[in-house]
């Protein structure tokens, strides 16, 4: 099934900003972690947090929907890249990690490969990411 225009650009952009998201799961992680930005029960009550530290951490870092979103489309990524021919790869790391700014005439050239075989490749990636993701 051919994607939606909108859903193979969000793919790619989710692509370009992969090593971002990265990052932004390692922080999420800490501030869950080690950091305080959490309120407290103020009111008083009793919480239907668990009471131990430690599950409360595990709670959190399971019910976190930001964090849980961005590790879904960071393990898709990875997951597929993981998956994909050498020449899959290389079209991605160049493209989408390395050297965004790169037409894709130059990494046809550069991958010694034909333009129409780049856009093959990376039509095939994000083709691949979208059914881990659900999306269409």
Not at 19 to 25: M, P
Not at 66 to 80: G, K, P, Q, S
Not at 85 to 101: A, C, G, M, Q
């Amino acid at each position: 099934m051919k994607l939606k225009r909108a859903t193979f650009k969000y793919i790619e952009s989710e692509l370009y900003s992969y090593k971002d998201t990265l990052k932004e799961i390692d922080r999420l992680r800490d501030e869950i972690l080690y950091g305080n930005n959490y309120h407290e029960n103020i009111e008083g009550g009793k919480s239907n947090t668990p009471s131990n530290p430690t599950e409360q951490i595990a709670t959190r870092l399971l019910t976190h929907k930001t964090l849980r979103n961005l590790e879904e489309i960071a393990n898709a990524i990875t997951d597929v890249y993981n998956m994909v021919t050498d020449d899959h790869r290389k079209v991605i790391e160049l493209k989408y990690f390395k050297n965004p700014s790169l037409t894709w005439d130059d990494v046809a050239y550069q991958l010694n490969m034909h333009r129409n075989t780049a856009f093959k490749l990376r039509r095939e990636v994000i083709q691949l990411i979208a059914n881990k993701l659900g999306l269409r």
